[in-house]
């Protein structure tokens, strides 16, 4: 590894191991700058006793900053980068001229295999554009989706939704890769066997939506065994934070629209919540009684804790974390990151994929003879 190995080995049937989890992080892309990033990476080396971190962005900034993080030493390997992708920048400008920036020598760690899995804070056209670039898409996958968890009544407290907002476009057999990226991820992620998966639309009789959503509908329930997961048919937005379902399946279009109104909306109710308990001396001391069951609410609904979208499809994990993420979010994103490095997340896809696209294409094939016989 250039700058000097960080990596202890060890030996297993006379080859070397590598003992750790490398993370690459992009230092610079966050709107909080490198100070929060690495005060996330003293947070997550607590966390993370066995992940060493490839930290890249300009030098001059980061050497200092290192230098107060003692928790950091030896698990840290500085790469200089004296460029920055900015939330303005184009993302085809950034494929054709980002080379030297710190998000480009980020996923560059990956497609060289010094690191396991990417996480930035930084432009999400512009990180997705030289993904895509660098790492290219896994063998049998049409395009990549974003996936993120979103908060619901399941026991894990989770479900997951794609896309999120990789490409607003999406075909049937584009929704079905993303139910077999979503079940790896909901297995491998929130611990579930058999995950429950929905085709989001606007409402749940089979007679709605677009043609392409029939399509998928038929090529997702004939799927299900090969994929190993089952299929609940169509579900509507009310049931994106339910317990009915573990995999809503969507195209990024609407997923984007979806996350962004969650967003907004837990932030409205949460402003709601502060004005009406604090409207006067009454509602203060209601507050100050209720006080454990308000800081419960807020562990639960805070967007820090679920801080990241995974880009899934590629050959090497990115997550995506929050712009704004601080410390705590960026200690999220890296948690998630090495969780899913562990997991081989990139390897359990492909195979999903491949099994699963088999067995919706017979569907496809045979929805397509039956609507030629009519």
Known sequence: MPNGSIIPAETVAGRAVSSSTVIS????????GPAA???????????LPDARFILHGDEA???PLLARAPALKGRVDLRHADRVVTMDDKPSQVMRHGQGTSMFSTIEAVKNAEATVAVSCGNTGALMAVSMLRLRKLPGVNRPAIACYWPSRNPSGFNVMLDVGADI????????????????????GLGLARPRVGLLNVGTEEHKGRAELHD?????AAAADAGAYDFVGFVEGSDIPSDRVDVIVTDGFTGNIALK?????????????????????????????????LRRLQEKTDPRRVNGGVFLGLNGTVVKSHGSA??????????LAHQLARADLTSRIAARVASTGLAGQDAAQTGAEAGLSE
């Open 261 to 293: 109104t969650g967003e907004g909306t837990a932030k409205l109710i949460s402003t709601f919540l502060r004005e009406a308990l604090t409207a006067n001396i009454f509602t203060k001391l209601g507050a100050l009684f209720a006080m454990g069951s």
């Open 169 to 188: 476009k999406a075909e049937a057999t584009d929704l079905l890769q993303f139910a077999a990226m979503g079940t790896s991820y909901a297995r491998n």
């Open 25 to 32: 992080i992009d230092a610079m892309g966050g709107d909080r």
């Open 61 to 63: 900034e980061l050497t």
């Open 216 to 220: 998928a509908y038929r090529q997702l």
């Open 326 to 335: 601080d410390a705590t979010g960026i200690a999220a994103a890296v948690r």
């Open 37 to 47: 990033v690495v005060a996330g990476l003293v947070l997550s080396a607590a966390q």
